[in-house]
């Protein structure tokens, strides 16, 4: 065997070893459910994959993503680049209890969409006019990011107490 095989044997099986750990750079997302869009006969299928999230700085609100996720052999070993095309829905399921301070465009979740540059990020903002919370979600790359996003908006509505006690999200930015 010569020495050059070998070399390119050990940097597919190292860019295999870095390109496992493909997920969220925060906490992981709660996979709900996955539904095959191709089909492919001896490597994985293309998929569509619903992911939940908190927010971790507002108690009460939970965002849904829906993201295409490539099969064949690229994907099977997590080589693959991940398209751009991501939708977005949150809502309110509790008292809303803001935590913290933020700022406007504060990222809630970040996940990675390919081996190198490219990560797709769920930020959040506040209309404080209209006391509702904005979440959007979009993809961007080192060279070349994408226009492609996703927005949802929460209003902060009563939930189980008297309307006086509702946050105002104006009151938490920075």
Not at 29 to 40: A, E, V, Y
Not at 66 to 75: C, D, I, Q, R, S
């Amino acid at each position: 065997m010569r020495y050059g095989t070998v070399f390119v044997c050990l940097g597919f099986v190292a860019s295999l070893m870095v390109a496992v750990p493909a997920r969220a750079e925060s906490d992981e997302p709660d996979l709900i459910f996955r539904k095959s869009t191709t089909f492919k006969l001896l490597t994985p299928n293309d998929k569509l994959a619903v992911y939940g999230v908190d927010d971790p700085a507002i108690d009460g609100v939970a965002c849904h993503y829906t993201a295409p996720e490539k099969g064949g052999l690229a994907g099977a070993f997590g080589l693959a680049e991940q398209t751009s095309d991501i939708s977005l829905a949150c809502r309110q399921y509790g008292p809303i209890k803001i935590k913290e301070k933020f700022e406007q465009g504060d990222v809630v979740f970040r996940e990675r969409r390919s081996l190198f540059f490219k990560k797709m990020q769920i930020v959040r903002g506040c209309d404080a006019k209209r006391n509702i919370l904005i979440y959007m979600v979009y993809t961007d790359k080192l060279v070349d990011g994408s226009p492609k996003n996703s927005t949802s908006s929460v209003p902060i509505q009563p939930w189980g107490v008297a309307s006086g006690d509702i946050q105002k999200c104006g009151d938490f930015l920075r």
